[in-house]
């Protein structure tokens, strides 16, 4: 009985298809095709640094219509700096993975034929046609990778977002209504900060977001249930304070006076320090708002809290706008603000010093 002779071709898995044959093949397409595979299948970067040697090896010209290399073994170790041991793995994961077939020769090498003319005709090693074959497919699961991570990119932005205004509310609770049991927020926010998955980290934040937008609820509805409960007239030494209404004592029962008379005045003076602050209705939004951004304008936590303490949130939010309006749009003949957290800190001083009058300086703003 005779028996087939072998064509030196390694027998693909059923379920992967055939490579077809190609008409043509660019390079940067290869290199392309590889980037995503290597992306959407998670390649071991010794197979990531494989392929790319492999499609590195190819000529630009095709072999019985074939995108056919034959780099060695002993090639690939000194391109890659990974063992052979490591090589054999990566290829091996690539043919199973169906982005390469290996055509074997009679003695296991890997090599060319040419013809008399010195032209190619016949390759021993790796066709490189089913990674271009795959494209189609591996674009739809990438696109379906890329919606996955923006969707998971805005769950944390919105997950952050809650989490800085839940800790603002409890902040400006503790503070402004130092009498409101607020034990059970605080402990449900540490416990939250704890078990937060990091963006860096891999999971989802659905839960954790719904958690913190929870929290922020009930917080600043406990900020609206104290401000609004507080029907008698109290004694408040701090006239940056939000919402208050009334001072305790009936010998003056006038509203303490204001660093500004509206937020209104604010946006009207400072347009372009309000444009990163986003809309607001009232100063408790204007203080939660301010607190949000001051990191990005270099404004530590403990100066943010230390500007609390001495002239007030409402003044402290104020103070950060008026600063962050002058470094947008520096006054006429003045320096630049270059660093606005230190500014601030020092504005912040003199104000309660009595130095600075905040009061006229955000007036000359509105003539300007």
């Excluded at 290597?38 to 010794?46: D, R």
């Excluded at 923006?150 to 503790?174: C, K, M, P, Y």
């Excluded at 100063?283 to 500007?307: C, H, N, Q, T, Y």
């Amino acid at each position: 009985m005779t028996s087939a002779q072998p064509s030196g071709w390694r027998a693909l898995k059923p379920t992967l298809p055939s490579a077809r044959e190609q008409d043509s093949a660019d390079k940067q397409e290869l290199f392309d095709a590889a980037r995503i595979a290597a992306k959407v299948l998670q390649l071991p970067s010794s197979a990531r640094f494989v392929l790319d040697q492999l499609v590195g090896c190819y000529r630009g010209e095709l072999i019985e219509n074939r995108i056919l290399v034959w780099p060695s073994n002993e090639f690939l170790v000194e391109r890659t700096g990974i063992p052979e041991r490591s090589v054999r793995y990566s290829l091996a994961r690539l043919i199973e993975e169906g982005l390469i077939v290996a055509k074997d020769s009679a003695n296991g090498k890997r090599f060319a034929q040419r013809s008399a003319q010195g032209q190619i005709v016949r390759a021993y090693g790796f066709d490189l046609s089913p990674l271009l074959e795959k494209v189609p497919e591996l674009n739809e699961r990438l696109a379906a990778i890329q919606e996955r991570e923006r969707e998971r990119a805005l769950a944390f932005d919105e997950l952050t977002i809650h989490r800085r205004s839940a800790q603002e509310a409890l902040r400006t609770l503790a503070e402004v209504y130092p009498d409101s049991d607020i034990t059970d927020l605080t402990a449900r926010a540490l416990e939250l900060s704890r078990v937060t998955p990091r963006r860096s980290a891999t999971g989802s934040a659905d839960s954790a977001r719904d958690a913190w937008h929870q929290l922020r609820m009930e917080a600043e509805g406990r900020y609206y249930a104290a401000s609004a409960g507080n029907s008698c007239r109290h004694k408040d030494n701090n006239k940056y304070a939000p919402d208050q209404s009334c001072n305790n004592g009936s010998e003056d029962v006038r509203e303490p006076e204001r660093p500004i008379a509206t937020v209104d005045d604010l946006v009207k003076a400072c347009p372009d320090a309000m444009e990163f602050i986003g809309q607001v209705r009232n100063d408790r939004e204007f203080i939660l708002g301010v607190g949000r951004m001051r990191g990005a304008f270099g404004v530590s936590p403990s100066a943010w809290e230390e500007a609390g303490r001495e002239i007030g949130l409402l003044g402290a939010a104020a103070t950060l706008v008026y600063v962050i309006q002058l470094q947008a749009r520096p006054t006429p003949g003045a320096e630049p603000i270059k660093n606005a957290g230190g500014y601030f800190r020092a504005l912040v001083r003199l104000i309660k010093s009595g130095q600075v009058d905040l009061t006229q300086e955000i007036r000359r703003l509105l003539k300007r």
